[in-house]
Nanobody, 122 residues
Framework: QVQLVESGGGLVQPGGSPRLSCAAS????????IGWFRQAPGKEREGVSC????????YYADSVKGRFTISRDNVKNTVYLQMNSLKPEDTAVYYC???????????????WGQGTQVTVSS
């Protein structure tokens, strides 16, 4: 059974640098992709970043390029999202999700975590 558990969210000041973690279990991470998505109140879900664990191929949304970094630890079956220079518009529930890489890139992965709230406010 695929399980994803996010952690690391919370209240962050503008300019802050929290790191989100996504601990995965129930599948072999190497052969899949994991993505981070976010949804702000009243807005559609947005793909933030994704990584293919087999070769490290990475995509970023334009809105986070240069500020966010995705990485993975295949031994720990964990994917991280390092977020720097946070802005109020980054406020959202952040979800990690997994499936075959192409499905994650398309924004329609089958398996989702429960989400973690990130609020950027002074």
């Amino acid at each position: 059974q695929v399980q994803l558990v996010e952690s690391g969210g919370g209240l962050v000041q503008p300019g802050g640098s929290p790191r989100l973690s996504c601990a995965a279990s129930g599948f072999i991470l190497d052969y899949y992709g994991i993505g981070w998505f976010r949804q702000a109140p009243g807005k559609e879900r947005e793909g933030v970043s994704c990584i293919r664990s087999s070769d490290g191929t990475i995509y970023y949304a334009d809105s986070v390029k240069g500020r966010f970094t995705i990485s993975r630890d295949n031994v720990k079956n964990t994917v991280y999202l390092q977020m720097n220079s946070l802005k109020p518009e980054d406020t959202a529930v952040y979800y990690c999700a997994t499936d075959r890489f192409e499905t994650v890139v398309a924004g329609i992965p089958r398996y989702w975590g429960q989400g973690t709230q990130v609020t950027v406010s002074s």
